[in-house]
C-alpha cells in the first residue's frame, strides 16, 4: 500500500530551523513529483515547495522563497524540507504528497497530488 510518513516538525522559536523529512513506500517514487503543502487553522492548503521527479527542478511560494529548500534523495525514497528563519505565520500542519506530471510542471494545486501524509506539525513562537 502506498504510505508516505512526515516527521520532523515541533515546537521552534522565531528564526530557527526546521527539516521535514517524508518517507514514501508502496510507489515508484522516482516516478512522482513531490510536493509540500502545508494547513494552519482555519485556512485552506496551501502550496510550499515542489520538485520533480528527477529533483533537476524545486518550485516555492513566494512566502517560502529564499528561506526554505527542497530536495529528495531517490535512493532513500524519501523527500525533505528545510526550513529556514522560520515565522510564527509558518506555524501550520505539513504534508508531503506525491503526483504525476504528464506535462512535466510543478503544480501548485494540491488536487494535483494523488498520494498524502497525514502531516507533521510545525509551531514557531515569538
Known amino acids: 500500500q502506498v504510505q508516505l510518513v512526515e516527521s520532523g516538525g515541533g515546537l521552534v522559536q522565531a528564526g530557527g530551523s526546521l527539516r521535514l523529512s517524508c518517507a514514501a513506500s508502496?510507489?515508484?517514487?522516482?516516478?512522482?513529483?513531490m510536493g509540500w503543502f502545508r494547513q494552519a487553522p482555519g485556512k485552506e492548503r496551501e502550496f510550499v515547495a515542489g520538485?520533480?521527479?528527477?529533483?533537476?527542478?524545486?518550485d516555492f511560494a513566494g512566502s517560502a522563497k529564499g528561506r526554505f529548500t527542497i530536495s529528495r534523495d531517490n535512493a532513500k525514497n524519501t523527500v525533505y524540507l528545510q526550513m529556514n528563519s522560520l515565522k510564527p505565520e509558518d506555524t501550520a500542519v505539513y504534508y508531503c504528497?506525491?503526483?504525476?506530471?504528464?506535462?512535466?510542471?510543478?503544480?501548485?494545486?494540491?488536487?494535483?497530488?494523488?498520494?498524502w501524509g497525514q502531516g507533521t506539525q510545525v509551531t514557531v513562537s515569538s
Open positions: 520538485i520533480t521527479w528527477t529533483g533537476g527542478r524545486s
Open positions: 508502496g510507489f515508484t517514487f522516482s516516478s512522482y513529483n
Open positions: 504528497a506525491a503526483g504525476l506530471s504528464l506535462d512535466a510542471r510543478i503544480y501548485s494545486d494540491d488536487r494535483r497530488y494523488a498520494y
